[in-house]
């Protein structure tokens, strides 16, 4: 304890003398002769054109993805795109021209009316989407940097068993829902964007950051080597409000140029597990079977978000973890309480400006209560979350040919190669029209 | 439907390379540090300048003979007289107290007072008091009785110090910048310490209401030039005699923006000094060598928000020291033990 | 048959393209009423609170660029141009010249300029020397014993503008705040002070 307090003993005259300079007279300016007090030179901020120019370049990327996609089929294209969207948004603009990201800042400006959010950000948040809602993740293909840097890698994917495919997507409705909670308890001064903070590829765009970030990052890749895209699949939230948009959208990319000849080739061709094969038609027996599921499914939904709901509330003083003000009096109350040595310079800081202790305790109690709140609504999203897929999974569709599922496909254009009616459209097959392949 | 096939060396491979990185990057996710954590910050370097501004208790040469309570709201200013009396100035008021600290009288002011000065025994008048207000100094015998009011010394002007001699009264006024010597019936002799390159006086450099001197047994006024950190000797007649003093947060020199704020002399010539910013009240020799640490910021009661009021010295070679707002003065006394400095 | 499926098929595509004019106007009108209500024109970015700041050295070590883009900066009206600058010379132990074991600043980026001597105080001027500073805050600390001119701020021309800034969440006094774009540093309450008075002044 002794040798505890000569280690303070030079802080905590520090601070007194800093406040006690800052308490006295400052010295005053002296009278120069001839000399002029000069002005402090302070760089401006980055031009709002150059904003304007990022979310014209996504306008424009967005729409060549589309393009190449839907309407020229090029898979180089996209390829092409890929790249260059890699060097402007991701080690240009080092990924921080993020529609990903800017869902936090949404929420955060719903929840906090402190927080004012640029316009830009808006448009960031809302293009994507919107070119989904008509022609599916074609932002996915070839705009996102983060995708575009797990499209180039993706060399030796392999296909992802359905069941383990399915459960980990949930993930990313998971994540989804945690990066809704902590953006909106953040606050305006303090954000709490965890999407940004796990991000695995910035620190590649910015070629530095922390080590730990770095290494996530790395075996990210070297997943992505062989799974395609594992962030975008499992994690991405963002793409889980492009995939139910992107279910509703009006085009979307057809393996096929025109007919499908059910010639089986492409069943294999996506690396990302997005290819459904036509359905076969079921027995009588097998339908009152999926019938019967189905109900049973339906009724176990409001149990699951309850069950949820009553785990989550348990999770909320673990997730405050995350929030500054419960950090700090937790760190206040273990110094107060002799069970941590020494101060932080968190806790130096809160001392010094003279804030009651008891206030923050008030208003860390109080965080702590309403993450318990968010974790209930959380438990009850990822319970609903994983009802709704049981149930999804248990509706049959009817499908009469090889078909993108258009919330999981990517529009990345690989599976059109597989396709002989494509190898026909570009005159590859000699002699062959598109007609001649028709069934 | 799809056959099984036997599993290659490939997928093996690539089974093992997958689940390697899984597991790197749960731990890289699960160790400290990766969230930039608000971690408790090592102490670094700047924790040994702090030490070096701490006092090495072998240094201190005084330790507290007690405190004496003054009801006042704010102190201002300290003084002792004939037979150790204790003059305290605050408020509107002058407080006289007996050496053991009992209060024997008071006189009330018509405004807040700045300094204090009682005449001594070889003064003209011993047991004479002279109050400085703002801009004038007013005298009062050693009944409490007012004498007289001196003339004001303009709209600038800022007293801060009243020393005295045989003859001579020396008034520092920190808002012109200037000491003025009076005879005891306040008529002007000369003004000290005006800029002068003839004379090589540099002037006085003062950014606060500090600015303080004294009459030292040599025969020189010791004036303050506080935001040059050093003290300056001064013939009666005006004439720059010689200066000490050097910057420094160890105990030896004087730290921060304009120090010392106050100064005594002791009858062999030995100088106290009190500094603010750290507050510390130090001996020096004559000649300006560093002597001991009468009292550091461990000892002293002023507070962050507070600055020593004033600092005196009695009969006994008793230091007092009197603080603004800590509602008394503290009076330290030559330590008796064997350990320590020596005064 | 055949023409059911194909009023179904009809049927189907008047309701997907109801679905998805709703959906596209929902999306842009909730983007607008969002803008609209809770928008600011304008882009933040992020700074440093210099009256919060406790120049705790995170900037220098937490932000995500390899040289951090937190500086230094000098407020000359704040200055007091001391001869013995807490912020230039460490505390103990220093000869007054400006050789580098007398430097506080572990770059030098802190430069000492003699401008004139007066009533026997000597004044120096402190500027920064920006492409040097790592914005580890040993100056500030040190400035602060005195009139703490010298403080810490995000430099635009570096700053990537993180939609969450790794120094900020790092940072133990939470001295990070976003500022409009437009006026995108702050300065300390005193020199605002400062300011206001000469304006009035003059």
Known sequence: MIRLLRVLTPWIILLILASAANAQNLIPLPEFTDHEIRETENPSARAAWREHLDLAALAVGLVLASYFALVKRSRRGLYLLAIASLIWLGFWRQGCVCPIGSIQNVVLALADPEYALPIGVVVLFALPLVFALFVGRTFCAGVCPLGALQELVAVRPIQVPVWLDQTLGLLAYVYLGAAVLFAAMGTAADPIFVICRYDPFVGFFRFGGSANMLLVGGCFLVVGLFVGRPYCRYLCPYGVLLGLLSKLSKWHVRIPPQECVQCRLCEDACPYGAIREPTVNQTAEERVRGRRRLARLIVLLPVLVGVGAWLGHGTGASLSRLDPVVRLADRILLEETGRAEGTSDASDAFRNTGRPIEELYREAFDKTRRFGVAGAWLGAWVGLVIGGKLIYLSVRRRREDYQPDRSNCVACGRCFWYCPNEQARLGLIKGLTPADTAP | ?343 | MADQHAQKIDRRRFVGNGVRLAGAVGLGGAAGLLAAQRGGPERDVWQIDPDVCIACTNCETHCVLDESAVKAVQCFLMCGYCDVCTGYFPTADFELNTAAENHLCPTGALKRRFIEARAGVRYFEYTIEESECIGCGKCVKGCALMNGSLYLQVRHDRCVNCNECAIAVACPSQAFRRVPASEPNLLKKTARDLMAKRAQDA
């Open chain 2, 1 to 343: 439907m799809k056959t099984r096939m036997p599993v290659r060396p490939t997928d093996l491979v690539i089974g093992v390379a997958i689940l390697l990185a899984v597991v790197v990057a749960t731990v890289a996710l699960l160790r400290p540090g990766t969230f930039n954590d608000r971690a408790p910050a090592a102490p670094e370097e700047s924790s040994a300048a702090a030490a070096e501004q701490q006092i090495d208790p072998a240094l201190i040469c005084y330790e507290q003979a007690r405190e004496i309570p003054v009801a006042m709201r704010k102190l201002r200013a300290l003084a002792v007289g004939p037979d150790n009396r204790i003059y305290v100035g605050g408020d509107q008021v002058i407080h006289v107290l007996d050496s053991s600290g009992a209060k024997q009288s008071e006189i009330t002011l018509d405004a807040p007072p700045r300094c204090l000065a009682v005449g001594p025994a070889d003064h003209a008048f011993p047991g004479r008091l002279y109050v400085g207000m703002d801009d004038h100094v007013e005298v009062y015998g050693a009944d409490g009785l007012r004498e007289a009011t001196w003339d004001a010394l303009g709209e600038q002007a800022l007293l801060t110090c009243i020393a005295l001699a045989e003859e001579d009264v020396f008034v520092a006024d920190a808002g012109n910048r200037i000491v003025l010597r009076h005879d005891p019936s306040g008529k002007l002799k000369n003004r000290i310490g005006a800029p002068d390159e003839r004379r090589h006086i540099p002037g006085f450099a003062i950014t606060s209401a500090y600015f303080d001197l004294a009459v030292c047994p040599d025969r020189l006024l010791r004036v303050v030039n506080p935001r040059a950190l050093r003290i300056e000797a001064y013939a009666f007649d005006g004439d720059l005699e010689l200066y000490w003093g050097k910057p420094s947060a160890k105990p030896d020199g004087f730290f921060g923006c304009c120090n010392p704020v106050h100064v005594a002399v002791f009858p062999d010539g030995r100088f106290v000094t009190a500094e603010k910013g750290i507050p510390r009240v130090k001996i020096y020799s004559p000649e300006g060598e560093f002597k001991c640490v009468v009292a550091g910021p461990d000892q002293l009661a002023v507070g962050s928000e507070d600055v020593i009021a004033d600092m005196a010295i009695d009969g006994r070679g008793q230091v007092l020291v009197l603080a603004a707002r800590a509602g008394g003065l503290q009076v330290f006394r030559p330590k008796q033990t064997g350990n320590g400095a020596k005064p």
